[in-house]
């Protein structure tokens, strides 16, 4: 015969707590007070007064709120997956899977910090979170992605799961307030719906879901992709990018992509950009933020350099073959370019080569390059290129902490008015008061000025209203590969009106 145990004193314990802390306590403390007055007057009174918190105390109801739980770890995104899709197959049912990535995650570690950077990503899972329903969950794969998988429903199609997107997109790309400043941000949305995937693999979904995240990031900023069949799922590594990226170079798989600048008084085109794309024949258009730093570590960035020069000189003499008129295009040159000692020599003679004059090139140097770099031959070379006739562009103004005086020191002629602080300038009063003090420096310094990442008519519109020359971003134009660049000119040009002439009232 076994002697039947008591209950363990912390199983007494919770059960006492949940008799002490239930909802029914709110309805039964006051009758108790009520009832001990009214049998034994002041003394039951004070004796139920000072009796309940002490009993509450022992059993532990106060420290349910002294000492907050841990949250819960969730699995990997894979497994959770996994786990949803076998739920919803079972069920009858369908959900999706987000894939959110911050467009300006490096630029906000550069300006920012970890530190600060972090707080923002804590911001913006906490906003996704409150823009979901309960039982979705929302896990953070990456520094700068937040994956989001929805709680399997009846019924989900391509529209309602775009609607939730833009929904999503939304609410992360509110300012941020941060240390007495505003934050603007913007993200890339790729997603996937769980009645694509057949074979109810987590994995699988996973590798979809990254393939139109990638699709999505590569039409940066605030692109948003769900995942075909015609998709690439990722699989190169970044070890297979290095190997990979030295062939591309030479076989043409990376050349540029042109981007319009307009003026903002007449409408008409100032230049092109040329930016570096990889269109690699398996896996499409991989994203430069994926590349450059790859080239930047296996020392390409000078080939880079040449390549993209080489091609945007040849894109200039093919626009005036074709009579339509393009006053200028853009290269960058990073830092190792610009630290050769005969790079003037090189780029004089590519000039020769191309039989352009130098006024048509214009080199485009980083903020971040001119404010942390006391290198004397990046001086030189940054003048000499001046000298020479070419136009020397400040990119990326506002992010490097450039002084006035090395704005000076190295003969810049246009600063580049950074995206971010472009981005709603036509709807935060803080962005407009930014954007007219850089514009009114530029214009005591004799500087011109084009705001880059221009997305909205309103922007376009309020910058022009500010004095800002020239414009360019997705509101204008995105990059295109050479061979569209001849119709968007033609056709831009052909929307463009003429000014309506004033002369004089005949009589």
Not at 53 to 82: H, K, M, N, R, W
Not at 162 to 183: C, F, G, H, W, Y
Not at 390 to 403: E, K, R, V, W
Request: aromatic residues 6%; hydrophobic residues 40%; charged residues 20%.
């Amino acid at each position: 015969m076994t002697t039947p145990r008591l209950p363990a004193m912390p199983h007494l314990r919770k059960k006492l707590r949940l008799a002490l802390t239930g909802p029914h306590i709110l309805a039964f403390l006051p009758a108790a007070v009520l009832g001990a007055y009214w049998v034994g007057g002041e003394a039951y009174l004070l004796g139920i007064s000072l009796g309940f918190p002490i009993l509450y105390a022992l059993v532990g109801g106060f420290g349910q709120f002294s000492q907050p739980s841990e949250p819960t770890e969730l699995p990997p995104l894979d497994v959770v997956l996994d786990t949803r899709l076998q739920s919803a197959h079972h069920h009858q049912r369908a959900f999706a899977c987000y894939l959110i990535a911050l467009d300006d995650y490096q630029e906000l570690l550069d300006r920012y910090g970890q530190a600060a950077t972090g707080r923002v990503m804590n911001r913006v899972r906490d906003r996704v979170g409150a823009a979901l329903r309960q039982g979705d969950l929302v896990l953070q794969p990456e520094p700068d992605v937040i994956a989001v998988v929805l709680s399997p429903v009846k019924l989900l199609d391509l529209e309602t799961a775009i609607q939730l997107a833009r929904r999503l997109q939304t609410a992360v790309e509110e300012p941020i307030a941060m240390d007495a400043t505003s934050v603007f941000i913007s993200c890339s949305i790729g997603f996937s719906l769980s009645q694509q995937n057949t074979h109810r693999n987590g994995m699988r979904m996973m590798q979809n879901t990254l393939a139109a995240m990638d699709d999505a990031r590569a039409n940066a900023p605030s692109a948003i992709r769900a995942w075909t069949e015609g998709m690439k799922s990722p699989c190169l590594t970044r070890s297979n990018l290095t190997d990979q990226a030295a062939k591309a170079l030479e076989n043409g798989q990376i050349h540029p992509w042109f981007q319009p600048q307009i003026s903002t008084d007449t409408g008409h085109i100032t230049g092109f950009e040329s930016l570096a794309r990889w269109i690699h024949p398996e896996q499409g258009i991989i994203p430069p933020g994926d590349f450059l730093p790859v080239l930047q570590d296996a020392g390409l960035l000078e080939r880079l350099g040449e390549v993209m020069l080489t091609r945007a000189l040849t894109a200039l003499q093919n626009w005036d073959s074709a009579g339509v008129n393009v006053p200028i295009v853009g290269v960058n040159f990073a830092e190792q370019e610009l630290r050769n000692p005969k790079l003037v020599e090189k780029i004089r003679w590519e000039l020769d080569r191309f039989d352009l004059p130098p006024d048509r090139l214009c080199i485009e140097v980083l903020e971040t390059v001119v404010a942390a770099s006391p290198d004397d031959v990046i001086s030189r070379n940054i003048n000499a290129l001046a000298q020479l006739g070419c136009s020397i562009d400040l990119d990326d103004f506002g992010t490097g902490h450039a002084s006035i005086s090395s704005i000076r020191r190295f003969a810049v002629q246009r600063i580049k008015i950074d995206r971010s602080f472009v981005m709603k300038v036509d709807r935060d009063p803080e962005q407009q008061r930014m954007v007219t003090a850089i514009l009114s420096m530029a214009e005591r310094l004799g500087l011109e000025t084009l705001a880059e990442g221009v997305e909205t008519a309103g922007e376009h519109t309020l910058l022009a209203q500010l004095g800002c020359g020239h414009v360019q971003g997705f509101g204008i134009a995105r990059p295109m590969p050479f061979e569209q660049t001849l119709d968007w000119i033609r056709a831009h040009e052909s929307r463009v009106k003429a000014p309506p002439r004033i002369g004089r009232k005949q009589i």
